[in-house]
């Protein structure tokens, strides 16, 4: 099947470095701590942080820094066909696991000892790339509580299909067979957190591919970095400054 | 202002939030004797209600309803199924109510809300005999397929009033719900019709373009929470948290009971009580009316 036309169009008609249009919001559970909303096409995620609050299960607290928890969770209706078993299964057990290891590394555990930091995401709609838009959403949160990090964590997906790399796969093209890059990325501190690739590539070509990955987590770092301006600029005028 | 007598270990000064916090029930009954509730209303009225159609693009059906902050996602799935024996020209509707635990703080993974459950039986009861669907429209080929609707409700945020909240987007999605055409193919399975084929529809008696539900009787429902001889209309968390008494009410557009929820509870409720707790459901069915009908004929106008 034909992913990139001969004029290089892909299926949605993007180029193949043309990221999805993203959107983010903040504050979107009013209940949270810290709450945002962030969708990639038609990927959208809702994440909401709970903390740092009073460790729940005493055997696990740690001494000298933060517990951090992750549950990653789909709605019944966000996939095509309605889907069974949203949570417990194994991919979204790995997928919680991978966004817990990507924030711990980020946040200022030592900063907040004996407490607790709960990161919830939950998949409205999936169009590919869910893992990259929860890590997005859960950066977005984290801000919005007021948790101290080292830096942003923006992820970014990419592959290799009709031997072009292409940016931000959608699920049609995730589900093609081609590989499937995603990177989660520092960008002040200029270091990746996150790379994880299924499928199968030269060396030399997956070294184009993880760039391209790292260039779309750059550009979702920029719009990330504008809502939160955007943000407390709203928060000071409320406040009367 | 000074402070009610406390037992004489507060000083005369202390910060409203360390107030509400310490003595809550004080907090509320100072303004009640007001009849004002701490977020400004009065005790009869309901936060503002807002209705959006068409939230989860990938559903047949979908709504998103708020009611002050508490936020509910209600989407509906079509799949066709055989029919039971004993209604072989009969649909099925499932509903399925969920908490994540990005809802509230005290909703944690392996420890589900405890009211999760208890609002998911109440729903499908209250659906199910306000008589708002007829399963027969959801029948295709009678004895052979029909249609299963799964409805499954979000709650992205919790803050009281929860069913009410989950009625509304249940009730939105289904006057949302656009039933895919269908026809029958030659092995005798039921298929999509997409829009190229549209002119090979011979055989069916089955729906031949995308179809609504016709609705009668729609449940409107209103909480209260009863304290003392004070009612006050659609609590949040906080308000239902402290004054434990709730009651449901669920009239359907008609003005007919459908049902009356009040599990237990310090206050005994006289039937005075619950008489304005219906009138005050009244109210509210005709403003929600307004609400649903406001969101329906905006989406007609595309």
């Not at chain 1, 470095?17 to 038609?42: L, P, T, Y």
């Not at chain 2, 209103?222 to 009239?251: F, G, Q, R, W």
Request: charged share 25%.
């Amino acid at each position: 099947m034909e992913f990139v036309s001969p004029e290089g169009l892909r299926l949605d008609g993007r180029r193949p470095m043309e990221m999805r249009q993203i959107r983010a919001e903040i504050g979107a559970v009013a209940k949270a701590d810290g709450s945002a909303v962030f969708e990639m096409g038609n990927t959208k995620v809702i994440a909401a942080v709970y903390g740092p609050r009073e460790v729940q299960n005493r055997t696990q607290q740690i001494n000298d820094q933060a517990l951090v928890r992750c549950e990653y969770s789909m709605a019944n209706f966000s996939t095509g066909d309605r889907m069974r078993k949203p949570k417990g299964d194994r991919r979204s057990t790995e997928i919680s696991l991978v966004i817990r290891q990507t924030m711990e590394a980020c946040i200022l555990t030592h900063l907040m000892p004996r407490s607790q930091i709960d990161i919830f995401v939950q998949v409205l709609q999936a169009d590919g790339g869910t893992r990259s838009a929860c890590i997005n959403a859960a950066t977005l949160a984290l801000a919005d509580a007021g948790i101290p990090m080292r830096d942003l964590v923006t992820s970014c997906s990419s592959g290799y299909l009709n031997s072009t790399p292409l940016l931000d796969l959608n699920y049609v093209e995730d589900s093609a067979g081609g590989p499937d890059v995603t990177v989660g990325f520092l960008p002040k501190v200029d270091k990746v957190t996150l790379l994880q690739m299924d499928s199968k590539l030269p060396i030399d070509i997956f070294e184009n591919v993880m760039q391209l990955a790292i260039e779309g987590c750059k550009a979702i770092a920029n719009y990330i970095r504008e809502i939160m301006l955007e943000n407390t600029k709203q928060l000071e005028y409320r406040r009367g400054i | 202002m000074g402070l009610p007598d406390a037992p004489g270990d507060l000083s005369s000064e202390v910060d409203v939030d360390a107030f509400r916090h310490l003595f809550p029930l004080r907090f509320y009954e100072r303004h009640l004797t007001e009849s004002i509730r701490p977020d400004g209303r009065p005790l009869g009225r309901a936060r503002d209600t807002t209705i959006a159609l068409g939230a989860v693009t990938s559903a047949e059906g979908s709504a998103l309803a708020k009611i002050g902050s508490t936020t509910m996602l209600a989407a509906i799935k079509m799949e066709v199924m055989t029919p039971s024996m004993d209604s072989p020209d009969e649909g099925c509707i499932a509903i399925d109510f969920h908490m994540p635990p990005i809802c509230s703080p005290i909703v944690r993974p392996g420890r589900p809300a405890e009211i999760a459950p208890v609002v998911s039986k109440q729903l499908s009861d209250t659906i199910s005999s306000s008589g708002m669907i007829n399963l027969k429209e959801l029948s295709l080929v009678s004895g052979k397929a029909a249609w299963m609707a799964y409805l499954d409700i979000y709650c992205l945020d919790a803050d009281g009033a929860l069913f009410d909240a989950a009625l509304l987007s249940a009730v939105a999605a289904f006057s949302h719900l656009q039933i895919p055409a269908v026809s029958l193919n030659d092995d005798g399975k039921i298929v999509v019709v997409s829009e190229e084929n549209g002119g090979k529809l011979e055989k069916d008696a089955v729906n031949k373009e995308r179809m609504k539900l016709t609705l009668k009787s729609i449940p409107f429902s209103l909480t209260c929470v009863l304290h003392k001889n004070y009612i006050l209309a659609d609590p949040t968390a906080e308000e239902e948290s402290i004054m434990e008494t709730v009651v449901t009410v669920v009239l359907d557009s008609s003005s007919q009971l459908v049902s009356l929820y009040k599990p237990g509870g310090p206050v005994l409720a006289y039937t005075s009580a619950i008489q304005d707790c219906v009138a005050l459901t009244r109210q509210r069915m005709k403003d929600l009316q307004k609400i649903l009908d406001e969101a329906n004929s905006g989406m007609e106008v595309d």
